[in-house]
């Protein structure tokens, strides 16, 4: 069965600096893996995706991902964190067996502090 | 730019009352799901629908829930005699197809509280 696994609640970073939100999936043939974001009172908004070609995805927002085969990785990074990027994150993996359902993991709170 | 719209925003109900959500998916959207949130927990799939038929369903997707398009361009969720335990912010979605280049748009989503 298709999974993803988000280990941190929470993830709190100061403004400026750089933030990673770690996601590790388990997928029997190829992952196609999602990062959402939702803002406060707000649905799920795009971020990103991998699906094949360069393991570093650029998203929405100065977002990336990197995605790694041996550590079953998808994590969300961004260089220089903003306050206004502090909202719930979550990773999620395509189901292709079937209708292709999103399988989301638990999300992570992002914090970033001024 | 187009984008999937749900109403109502927020829909508090009486244990054992029907409730219907709805939602608009974009228009040229061919395949449709709802999922849901209960606070503070993972976002789930209940649904999905293809071709006016149900395609998959989750577990949680019972006989009290049900899914129809009545009229080609609304997308609604029933719960025929809701439980405290309904009680969840539930996201439309759709997507142009199922293949693996085709994301799925998500609706602003509906807070349901049940009494």
């Known amino acids: 069965a298709q999974s993803v696994a988000q280990p941190e609640d929470q993830v709190n970073v100061a403004e400026g600096n750089p933030l990673t939100v770690k996601c590790t999936y388990s997928?029997?043939?190829?992952?196609?893996l999602f990062w959402y974001v939702q803002y406060p009172n707000r649905g799920l908004q795009f971020l990103l995706k991998y699906i094949t070609g360069d393991n570093l995805v650029k998203g929405s927002y100065g977002f990336e991902a990197e995605f790694n085969k041996s550590q079953t990785s998808f994590h969300l990074k961004k260089p220089s964190a903003l306050v206004s990027d502090s909202a719930l994150y979550f990773c999620a993996v395509r189901d292709i067996t079937n209708t292709d359902k999103l399988i989301f993991g638990t999300g992570t709170r992002l914090q970033v502090f001024p | 730019e187009p984008e999937v719209t749900q109403t109502p925003s927020h829909q508090v109900t009486q244990m054992g009352q029907e409730v219907i959500l709805r939602c608009v998916p974009i228009s040229n959207h061919l395949y449709f799901y709802w999922y849901r949130q209960i606070l503070g927990q993972k976002v789930e799939f209940l649904v999905s629908f293809y071709n006016n038929e149900i395609s998959e369903k989750s577990e949680i997707f019972d006989d009290q829930f049900s899914v129809e398009r009545p009229d080609g361009s609304n997308f609604t969720l029933k719960i025929r005699s809701t439980k405290l335990e309904d009680s969840a912010m539930y996201f439309c979605?759709?997507?142009?197809?199922?293949?693996?280049?085709?994301?799925?748009?998500f609706g602003p989503g509906t807070r349901l509280t049940v009494l």
């Open positions: 979605a759709s997507s142009s197809g199922t293949g693996t280049y085709n994301e799925q748009f």
């Open positions: 997928v029997s043939g190829n992952p196609y």
